[in-house]
């Protein structure tokens, strides 16, 4: 079987629970083609680097995705044919990521730079 990375952009106007029902429907294309989902991710709503269809953000979803070609060539026709979704990129990987994918880890790598550093108005202090 093959392993692919499969991202999609959905519309800033969706409310959270539509873009999980968007990755509901993913995950039903997928295994309804002799294909498996091994992860979702939801990275939520971030900006664009330019407007896209008139949207200056949007909801980005990653599927970690094992299947022959054709579960990625239906999910790629059905992504096409879907209004919400205004980008989307498959990808096919040697490998996939253990745990979670970077922009996940990118989180928690700033929240632990901010407990490190020390704090300007207390080394003026001391």
Known sequence: M????????ARQDLSQAQVDALAATATEIVEANDGKVT????????????KIDRNRKAHYVMLNIE???SVVAELERQTRINEDVIR???VRVDEHESGPSVMMRKGDRERGDRDRKPRRDREERD
């Open 88 to 90: 989307y990129l498959t």
């Open 67 to 69: 299947g022959p070609g």
């Open 39 to 50: 992860k979702t991710e939801t990275w939520g709503l971030k900006n664009l680097a330019y």
């Open 2 to 9: 093959a392993l692919y990375e499969h991202i999609f952009l």
